[in-house]
């Protein structure tokens, strides 16, 4: 098991250094960055002097090596070339906007998309649940961006009730700008929290459906039928923890995803969170605001992935005894 | 009250649909079982006596059901309950043990956690005087070290001592009948005989009944107080195990009787029964067993034999319709 | 499975049979005849556009700017002109601009798939063949890609592409790069699924005694390997293209797509989006309708595909 948990930190290190590599040839290569810091005025010795500030006169090597230890030791990410501000504080400003819709999203997505998922595997043949199905499936084709402008159109426009933009009144704790704790705050999160988590939703939901299926088929459940435990107890006892050994995995990068979409609901909303951040940037080529979305993305996905390795194995006790069967396929 | 023999099976009949016509899988079967009694069922895969066996517990699987008899408990109906009401008789008072040891237990869950949740489910006890009964159990089916193990996981046990647990298992409310499917054929030859004496041990310490499903004469012939022989959803023959093996009536089990090498110690030569049984859809008219027997006669081809009297035993041939100027020959 | 044959005919025949097989189901299945109706209808409104508008709504000498805001269905209160889906704020007619709009995203669509196709199925195939380092190489790769969503992967492409080409030239190839940048973030799933059935292909005695008798194995592992993968290519390429309409719709959306001077249906949504909170809804409606149309019914017939097929693609 210490063997395992130390090969899947090892291969995380891994990613992260090719995310950052990957980051900066951005920096080093898309762009000049002498160019995009100097501007039009520039003299030969402006940019030799800016040249040798930036160590781009050094091996790429080197350079790579700085440009890490820059963002782990000082949080140096750069300044944003369009707003001129060291890009750890704009993120730092626009994290907790992203953070509440995506937690209040995956929330939404788990507790929805399990329930429905348990209910239309045990109703198999009811009606209600092939009404789930078949809707579900026109949610996984609906790309997010209609669903956000469909409830726009219905809630905001058409019946008035919810915002159809922004994060409505924040309060700021320390650091942090939250909108939980008011009314037009919570108000406004509810559409935005739907349309991201919805697309997550049908997923886990035909995810957890399709894996409870198979565990009800299993002998152990019949025979936990045949020793006549009530079936409330089969099906939510024995039944679901089986079904969520595999849900946990997929389930958990899904969440991770949430993030990355979040890209796309802040833009139909114009919630002013890191997505919409992003997209800005990309539109502008502010290349450091990109790398650094990146390079937290990453963290973000490879430290959900490690979690949820180790969640697998406390879920599930073959995986303790032999750490080789682990995350194998 | 008490005349009422312990299970009483009559004129049972398990169909299930396929496209567009019905299967008969379980064909007017009939017999009784004492108490204390062992009763082997034996045939070919297919033959129908699985499905006899779940039709007892109550658990055919959609959409297959029962279509036509009654099964009775104690002279009391049980084909007919309602599945709460079945859920009372399930683990109580008809235990069952299935094939696979390896799928037969939930993988996720202790052995004490599954033993002392069928234990309380069906017998008034804390948890303590359920976990306390589970190791006398385990004890009793011969695990090792029994107070240690109950706490492992199933994936922790061979196969054999899986199959003990599952006996464990079946047996924990102290049912009156246990089902043995196929207990052992998933299991090294070396501990089937292991599992047959225990199963056999803890049956007639509690006067249980058992019906043990097989296609090993050699097993039932040890096992065995009566033994039944169905073929293609029908009972051939039923008696005392002694004389069935001696003098076997049917022709369909002359056969497999002469096709067992450890019973045919006289003779060297293993006799064959040309053919296959048919299948389900293709059910030849008259005597199931016409197309391959060696002593077919016209009325074989026309009309179905029902079970017959003759000497000790029941037999559904024609070849002993007028058992008394027959059997002299 | 069971084909080990060696020459055309006997591909011929497993083709016929899958075929056959493949209509009879298709014959019973009325989900899979709508949705492949609707997409025959809507694809063929995109090639045929020119011949089935009465405009070229991206050509300005055919507008008539006093055709802005008409309604569905009603004629124009100056002009007189009806438009069925209604005119734009430009009097473009909302039919003409999905028709020319759905060009731009099938053939995104399309171009994006096949690119990811021939990628993933190259990649696959070397993966499976040569092993060793090049196999854990690649496969690395793709499991590193994977762990990231394919928009993001999309929109990093879009990112640094827009970064390396200078600006006059950004609309002209946005097109391009968002077909790559597509494709790229899709080929992985073609890769596994041929890697797989390489392997197995490899391991068959029939290769090794290709290889004893001096045959080369490539040429024998693409004739026979490549038949092998062509189901699950197939369904993964269907339901790619569906992923791929979406994706680009929500690139186009977000405006690092298709730009406006060659709008795809995410490209008309966005510029619709506009329109919603002052009333002309009908400038948004058509071109969601016909995205969700388009995409539902390619998944619809992915789906349908699979389980027809049924590889083993879970």
Known sequence: ?329 | MTDHPLLSVKNLTVQFPSRGAMLTAVDDVSFDLARGEVLGLVGESGAGKSMTGAAIIGLIEAPGRITGGSISLEGKRIDNLSSAEMRQVRGRRIGMVFQDPLTSLNPLFTIAEQLVETIRVHLPMSAREARERAIGLLNEVGIPAASQRIDDYPHQFSGGMRQRVVIALALAAEPELVIADEPTTALDVSVQAQIIDVLKKLCSERNASVILITHDMGVIAETADRVAVMYAGRLAEIGPVRSVIKDALHPYTKGLMGSIPSLTSTDDRLVQIPGSMPRLNNIPEGCAFNPRCDQVFARCTKARPELMHSGNREVSCWLYDDAASEATA | MAQQGEDIDCMEMIKRFVDSDLVYKFNRSPVAIIALAVTVLLIGGAVLAPFVTSQNPFDPASLNLMNGFSKPMEPNQFTGDTFIFGADDQGRDVYATILYGMRISLFVGFAAVLFAMVLGVSLGLLSGFIGGRTDVIIMRIADIQLTFPAILVALLIFGIAKGITPPSMRDEIAIWVLIIAIGLSDWVQFARVVRGATLVEKSKEYVQAARLIGRSSFVIMIRHILPNTLSPVLVIATISLALAIIAEATLSFLGVGAPPTQPSLGTLIRIGQGFLFSGEWWILFFPAITLLALALSVNLLGDWLRDALNPKLK
Not at chain 1, 18 to 39: C, I, M, Q, T
Not at chain 1, 153 to 162: N, T
């Open chain 1, 1 to 329: 098991m210490l063997a395992f948990i130390i090969r899947r930190v090892a291969q995380s290190v891994v990613v992260l250094l090719v995310v950052g590599l990957v980051a900066f040839s951005l920096f080093r290569f898309v762009g000049d960055p002498v160019e995009n810091l100097l501007g039009q005025e520039r003299t030969v010795a402006d940019i030799e002097r800016v040249r040798s500030q930036l160590g781009l006169d050094q091996p790429f090597p080197v350079q790579y090596f700085k440009f890490l230890k820059g963002i782990v030791v000082d949080g140096n990410f750069g300044v944003s070339y369009r707003q001129g501000r060291p890009v750890a504080d704009i993120i730092a400003e626009r994290a907790p906007a992203t953070l509440e819709l995506a937690f209040v999203s995956a929330l939404f997505a788990l507790v929805l998309g399990i329930s429905l998922g348990v209910y239309t595997a045990i109703r198999r043949d009811g009606w209600l649940s092939n009404a789930i199905m078949t809707l579900s499936l026109v949610g996984v084709s609906l790309p997010t961006f209609l669903i956000g402008i469909l409830l726009i159109y219905v809630f905001a426009v058409e019946l008035g009730w919810l915002p159809s933009f922004g994060r409505g009144e924040t309060v700021k704790i320390g650091g942090w700008t939250t909108g939980f704790l008011t009314t037009s705050g919570l108000k406004a999160l509810i559409l935005p929290a739907i349309t991201l988590g919805l697309y997550q939703m049908t997923l886990i939901m035909r995810l957890v459906r399709s894996e409870m299926l198979e565990v009800l088929r299993s002998d152990y459940v019949k025979f936990a039928d045949a020793r006549g435990l009530p079936s409330r107890r089969i099906h939510f006892r024995h039944a679901l923890k089986n079904t969520l050994v595999p849900v946990i995995t997929i389930t958990g990068l899904q969440l991770g995803s949430i993030i990355a979409f979040a890209i796309i609901t802040e833009t139909v909303f114009q919630w002013p969170g890191v997505g919409l951040l992003f997209i800005n940037a990309i539109q502008f080529v502010d290349i450091p605001v990109m790398a650094t979305y990146l390079m937290l993305i990453s963290v973000l996905f490879v430290t959900i992935n490690l979690i949820v390795d180790l969640l697998y194995f406390s879920i599930d006790p073959r995986l303790k005894a032999d750490g080789s069967a682990g995350g194998g396929h």
